[in-house]
């Protein structure tokens, strides 16, 4: 796949991404409301038989005569897992959604190293195995290598690679497709409840090309499934034709987006034919 240089990265450097969910136990630089020894003072609560006694504030006792425990906000290491549809229908359009793709994941890893979170990218045709981005530059480095590596092709059943790839709980966690998976919308739910069982933020990132979203064509055309060359229909694109199929469309997304919100999770819908920068601005709003 297409990527983008790590200069062109480095106009994100400022963005942060907001991780409510749960931590690794790590230690490292993303405050949580976990309490522990490593970090910044919280504030005191009263000793409970078997605390730690390094813990006690002694000038609290001779003052009060009642032992109390120093607390301290731990800092851990945020979890941010990107799964990534490579099947062929995202090798569509005139600006590939591949292409858009990839870059979002080089965008959104070199983000998250620069808050010192974790990142792991997985190519959902290959589940089983996730790609730990190395910190620091030259992690992005290796990722894009990685990216690049990758062409999408055939077809991906969606909801059974995710399952595939949940190994850990924890995290927050970009799906990146064009949800272009039949089976996809009937699944979506089991997904989701499964992510949200093991305590998963999660992002979808749908990807759309303009060809995809903007129909300018008139006459008769034959239409071949891109994962499935035996697939074919013959249309005659007439107005109502159009129309009924930007209607389609509009459900389709307004019916992930639902299910989305209904699970607690966030829904983007990005355009291929928008700047990257603009996209990925976008996700770092939600």
Known sequence: MQTIDLQELEALRNLKLNIKRTFTYTEGFRRSSAKGRSAEFSGYREYIPGDDMRYVDWNAYARLDKLYIKEYMEEREG???????TSRSMQF??????????????AISYVALSGKDSVYVTDLSRPAASFKVPPGNMGVRMLQRWLEDITPDGRINLADALKKSLRTGGGLSFIISDFMDEEFP???EEILRLMNYRRMEVRLIQILSKEEMDIEYTGSYRFIDSEDESKDVKLTLERSVVKNYNKALDKYIND?????????????LCRTDEPLRKNIYDIMRL
Request: aromatic share 10%.
């Open 93 to 106: 359009g005139s600006a590939l959604k591949s292409t858009l793709m990839a870059e979002l994941s080089q």
């Open 256 to 268: 992930i987006s639902a299910m989305a919100t209904r699970y607690g999770a966030m829904y983007h």
């Open 186 to 188: 009937y699944r979506q």
């Open 79 to 85: 979890r941010v897992n990107i799964f990534l549809d």
